[in-house]
C-alpha cells in the first residue's frame, strides 16, 4: 500500500484526486478533511505524501505541513494566490488547473525523496517484550492502583529517566517485585 494521503475540505475534490491517482495505478491510504484526521493517519503510517487543497476544515496547508514537519511532504493544489501563502520546506505547490502530467511529475519526485529522507514507522515490538510490559503494567495497576494508561506513562516516564528501552524498565520493576 502507498503511504499517500488525500486531504481536502471539498468531497468532490476528494474523489477527484483519488481516481487520478487511482488511474494511474497509486492507492491512498486514507482521505480526510480535516488536518487532524490526516495528522493521525500520517502518524499512524509513520510518513506519508499528504496531497491538499490550502484550505481544510481546521487548519490550513502551511499549518499542516508545520505540524508534520520531517514525517510528511505536501502537495498543495490550489489557486496561485493561495499558494504563495505556503512557504514551508516540505510543501510542493501545484497551481490550478492542474495538468496530469505535472501532477504525476511532482509526485514522482516527492516519493523519490520520501522514500531518502523521511522516517518511516518504528518497527513493531516483538511479542516476549508486548508481553513483558502488559505484565508490569498489570503488576503496577493490581498493587498500585493505577489505570492502565498511567501505569503506561509510569513506564514511559521511567524508562526515559533512566535512558533505558521500555521493555528493559517492565523487566526491571517485574524484578523489582519479586515476579517471575
Not at 122 to 148: G, H, S, V, Y
Amino acid at each position: 500500500m502507498d503511504r499517500i494521503v488525500v486531504a481536502f475540505a471539498n468531497e468532490e475534490a476528494q474523489r477527484r484526486i483519488c481516481r487520478l491517482l487511482e488511474s494511474d495505478g497509486w492507492s491512498p491510504a486514507a482521505s480526510c478533511a480535516s488536518g487532524a484526521e490526516a495528522i493521525r493517519t500520517v502518524r499512524k503510517l509513520g510518513s506519508a505524501i499528504v496531497i491538499c487543497g490550502f484550505k481544510l476544515r481546521d487548519i490550513t496547508a502551511n499549518d499542516l505541513a508545520a505540524d508534520l514537519q520531517g514525517t510528511a511532504l505536501l502537495m498543495v493544489v490550489s489557486s496561485a494566490v493561495n499558494l504563495d501563502f505556503c512557504q514551508r520546506d516540505n510543501l510542493y505547490k501545484l497551481p490550478t488547473p492542474i495538468s496530469r502530467s505535472d501532477f504525476f511529475a511532482t509526485l514522482d519526485l516527492m516519493r523519490q525523496f520520501e522514500e531518502a529522507h523521511l522516517h518511516h514507522a518504528p518497527p513493531k515490538r516483538k511479542e516476549a517484550e508486548q508481553q513483558l510490559i502488559r505484565k508490569a503494567k498489570e503488576l503496577l495497576m493490581d498493587t498500585n492502583r493505577m489505570t492502565e494508561s498511567e501505569a503506561h506513562r509510569f513506564l514511559q516516564k521511567r524508562s526515559m529517566d533512566a535512558g533505558m528501552k521500555l521493555a528493559d524498565m517492565a523487566q526491571y520493576i517485574l524484578d523489582s517485585y519479586g515476579v517471575p
